[in-house]
């Protein structure tokens, strides 16, 4: 955000009621039913919220005036994603291009995104012949035709596709991520140049595009951190239990062994030999 500030592009992040207003048939009937469902409490110990994530755009970013000074054409949605350490982008992919983990975690997020509209729809009263899974979603398993809700078809009509930003435990980024910085870049050194020093424009391309990596990446460092910390607090406790579990069973089977060498040894006299014939 602070990057396509920069560029003086009119960006906002977390955009709630986008598409609120628009799911189901879009009666006040359903919309107090989404705006029930957003307000649930979600979330575990200090990170419970009120406000739902999962349906809210990550950024909204429309098209300026001056072509040489937009990085989009157009209203355009980025979803912003990080990957984790699934087998599907570590083991089974090993073989696979360069970036081949953030490139396969983003073709799936519109998909997702999608999914996840649809299931919003059905809650706001649209009806979906699909069977449906335990948790009460709908399954993909089939060829089932899904009924497309109010809020799906608005999204569709007006933005088309939600443009994945995923990056990974090693900074690596997908191309379209890399396009939004390459654009960005640019933006920076047409309004910019000057006051950097920079001969002209694009002069000033590699600089900007130099800077504006550097400091996404140590954005995605911290961001890997933090998940890491997340992901500790998490295991770590349950770690340290079940490590304390086999330590003590560990310590018990020691003991045993030791009594049961002190049992023989006062068999066979404290010195060690055989008594048991005198």
Known sequence: ?????????????????????????????????????????????DRKRRRRQGVVPDILLESAVNHMASVVGQRTLFELKQINFLVQYTQVGMPGPLRHAVEARAKTVHTAYLRKLH?????????????????????????????????????TEEFGEVQPLVFG????????????????????????????????????????KAGVMRRVSMAVLKATARHTLRGLEIIAPQAMHTHTARRARSVAAQEADFDEHRFDARAN?????DRRGA
């Not at 089932?144 to 109010?150: D, I």
């Not at 910085?181 to 920079?198: N, P, S």
């Not at 006299?269 to 030999?273: F, L, P, S, T, Y």
Request: charged share 30%; hydrophobic share 30%.
């Open 119 to 155: 299931e919003v729809d059905k809650i706001a009263g649209t009806r979906c012949p699909a069977r449906r899974l335990a948790s009460g979603k709908c399954s993909y398993s089939d060829d089932t035709e899904h009924t497309e809700g109010g809020g799906q078809k608005y999204f």
């Open 269 to 273: 006299g404290c010195d060690g030999h």
């Open 1 to 45: 955000m602070s990057e396509l500030a920069s560029a003086d592009q009119d960006a906002q992040e977390n955009v709630y009621g986008l598409v609120e207003t628009h799911f189901g048939d879009g009666s006040q009937d359903a919309l107090q039913r989404v705006r029930r469902w957003a307000n649930e409490r979600c979330g575990e110990g």
């Open 169 to 208: 435990h090693f900074g690596e980024l997908n191309e379209r991520f890399h396009k939004l910085l390459d654009k960005t870049a640019k933006c920076i050194a047409f309004l910019h140049h000057r006051e950097h020093g920079w001969k002209n424009a694009k002069a000033g391309i590699p600089r900007a």
